[in-house]
């Protein structure tokens, strides 16, 4: 595969996950560790406690998955049924029937990177999983 290069000293208009956002691993787990204290540090709360759960429930109409509301299953964060969406991630709203749903709980989310980065929360189980590969495109590797 081919790396992707760009000046780095030149700032996009937008600064997008797949348009120019960059970080590192280091800032990445805080911001694991932010959700996964359902946005709370140092006793101060960012996110009030009724918006985060909103943000990690489904929020598709008739509480649909990624998939039913996809016109195709090419998109990525549809890995399968029994994936919603809230508010900024991927939520498992089934996972009986979910991929890896055997060992995955009703309630987790997380959301993909352009590279094929992706993080998995669970608070139920206080759990999170950071996943930095650097595949482009990421639905190339089944």
Known sequence: STAIERDRTNLPSLLSGGGGLVSNISDYNKFIKFLLNKCIVNNKTFVSTSLFNK????????????????????????????????????????????????????????WGGIASTWFQIDINRNCAVLLLAQVIPSNIYP
């Open 55 to 110: 943000m990690i429930s489904n929020q598709l109409p008739d509480n649909k998955t990624i998939i039913e509301m996809s016109y195709d299953e090419s998109f990525s964060e549809g890995v399968g049924e029994g994936i919603g969406f809230g508010y900024g991630f991927a939520v498992v709203t089934n996972h009986n029937i979910c991929k890896g749903g055997i060992n995955g709980s009703n309630g987790e989310f997380g």
